[in-house]
């Protein structure tokens, strides 16, 4: 399974929406009361589940063309691409 954007601008523009939603619910509480926590979803679907798959994502992403796995007999190595 991977993680990974199609795209750098497209992961960390999920990345934007994320966080940002999460700190506008916590932050429109005051204003808005527990209605603001409906931004929550709004987080989790650009997240594709939590934040931590998102930084995952972001790594995959980066490395992407750069790094390459081979694996024979069972035995896998990361080498650079090239």
Do not use: N, Y
Request: net charge positive; proline share 5%.
């Amino acid at each position: 399974m991977t993680f990974a954007s199609t795209s750098l601008p497209r992961h960390l523009l999920r990345g934007v929406i994320g966080f940002g939603s999460v700190v506008a619910a916590v932050a429109l509480i005051p204003a808005v009361g527990l209605l603001s926590l409906l931004l929550l979803p709004v987080a989790l679907i650009a997240f594709r589940g939590c934040p931590t798959c998102w930084v995952v994502g972001l790594l995959e992403t980066i490395s992407r063309g750069k790094l390459q796995r081979d694996c024979t007999d069972g035995s896998c190595k990361l080498t650079t691409a090239g």
